[in-house]
């Protein structure tokens, strides 16, 4: 007589996770954290990239006033030699030709926009631009970087006051402040008188 196996009814699925789910799982938590570290990292190259532009500019036109006697209103001065003039109506910048003074190339040239004075950059946000700016009220001479997205502007005017990265950044000039938050500007000063 034949016998025959007789398979056993299917048991209940065991409640878990299969191997299968848990690689799944662990691949995606990889992917997201590694996606985190990666914009971390960029926004932290974006804030370093913002403060050292910014000193570099002082520099540049702390020299150009060594030498002239005044700041530039427009940029292009610190690199264009012929552009070191000015007119009564740039208050607080150089209110003369200064063409004479000029003595380097104090920056070197980059992409510049004639219709705003300003230096064009693409490091800090999508379509940003460098120009300086002057408040006759608190006597600040500053630096204006536009369109910067609020995430890396609140940590590079914490950064550059030396403040706790969660801290409301501040949006006024005062005692011991070097830069200001003014809408998605980052103003950063140069020069006190």
């Known amino acids: 007589m034949k016998t025959r196996l007789r398979s056993t009814p299917n048991k209940a699925k065991s409640a878990g996770f299969t191997i299968i789910e848990l690689v799944v799982a662990i691949a995606i938590i990889g992917i997201l954290a590694a996606t985190m570290t990666s914009t971390m990292s960029t926004d932290r190259a974006k804030v370093t990239s913002i403060i050292d532009t910014s000193a570099q500019i002082k520099a540049s036109l702390a020299r150009f006033n060594a030498d002239t006697g005044c700041y530039p209103h427009k940029l292009d001065a610190l690199f264009v030699q012929a552009d070191a003039t000015g007119t009564a109506a740039d208050v607080g910048f150089c209110t003369s030709s200064v063409t004479a003074a000029w003595r380097e190339l104090y920056l070197d040239s980059t992409g510049y ?10 490091q800090f946000g999508p379509s940003s631009e460098i120009t ?16 910067i997205p609020t995430t890396i502007l609140n940590k590079a005017v914490n950064q550059c006051n030396n403040a706790a990265a969660t801290a409301t950044p501040t949006s006024a000039w005062g005692n011991g402040v070097a830069c200001i938050v003014n809408g998605t500007n980052y103003q950063y000063q140069f020069a006190h008188t």
Do not use: E, H, K, P
Request: charged share 5%; aromatic share 12%; glycine share 12%.
């Open 113 to 122: 926009n004639a219709a705003t004075n300003g230096l064009l950059s693409t």
């Open 132 to 147: 300086t700016g002057y408040d006759a009220v608190s006597g600040t001479y500053f630096l204006n970087i536009s369109n």
